[in-house]
């Protein structure tokens, strides 16, 4: 099992980057890495994924280093509108469907 | 409307009944997935499947049983639900097996009394 982690909680002011690392020693071959937001009483929303170096989209930027043993989400100029809990996952629906793990995420609070 | 959607939203019951939860998908995607949210905690997947009539389990199928009989519907029954069932339900499909963008649904919150 492809289990991630990442820091329980973070926090950090308005016009600010933040940075979230999720570690993720055991990443097989074919695992993608995909980045979730979550507000309170709604489902997961799709971030970004990446399977290795940097993909970047309009709302963030993804870094996997070489060796995909950890990745690293970045969100430029947060606002108070992007707190809310971030999950890490790895996995490879096609291959290990089963194995998809959300884990506790990352609770990112902005203040003002 | 085109989306992912989950009835009920909210649903009180006791132990012991049989409950189902429904998800509907237009967008006619392969993959569907269930998964349960405890207060607090991160999504575990209940059971997931690639294509109609084929199913499998997750991470915590155990008092699950979940059907496939058409490609936009992906039904998920307590058969006796206990307590420890109580929880917030996610539904979720996935377009292309390549691709792990998983759309959730708005979730349904269930109280097993």
């Known amino acids: 099992l492809a289990k991630t982690t990442q820091p329980i909680s973070m926090d950090s002011y308005e016009g600010q980057e933040v940075n979230i690392t999720c570690s993720h020693n055991?990443?097989?071959?074919?695992?993608?890495i995909t980045w979730y937001q979550q507000f309170p009483s709604q489902g997961p929303r799709f971030i970004i994924q990446?399977?290795?170096t940097k993909v970047t989209n309009e709302v963030a930027s993804l870094f996997i280093p070489a060796d995909r043993k950890s990745s690293t989400l970045s969100l430029p100029r947060v606002s108070l509108s992007d707190t809310a809990v971030y999950y890490c996952?790895?996995?490879?629906?096609?291959?290990?469907?089963?194995?998809?793990?959300f884990g506790s995420g990352t609770r990112l609070s902005i203040r003002p | 409307d085109a989306g992912i959607t989950q009835s009920p939203r909210y649903k009180i019951t006791e132990t012991g009944r049989q409950v189902t939860l429904m998800c509907h998908q237009t967008w006619s995607h392969s993959y569907m997935f269930w998964y349960r949210q405890d207060l607090g905690h991160g999504l575990r997947l209940i059971y997931y499947?690639?294509?109609?009539?084929?199913?499998d389990k997750g991470e915590v199928p155990d008092g699950y049983v979940v059907s496939r009989s058409k490609t936009e519907n992906f039904p998920l029954t307590l058969e006796s639900a206990t307590r420890s069932q109580t929880s917030v339900y996610f539904c979720a499909s996935s377009e292309r097996a390549s691709d792990n963008e998983q759309f959730f649904g708005p979730g349904t919150r269930l109280t097993v009394l």
């Open positions: 996952l790895v996995g490879d629906i096609a291959s290990s469907a089963s194995k998809i793990i």
């Open positions: 990446g399977y290795k």
């Open positions: 055991n990443i097989a071959t074919n695992d993608y």
């Open positions: 499947s690639a294509a109609a009539d084929i199913t």
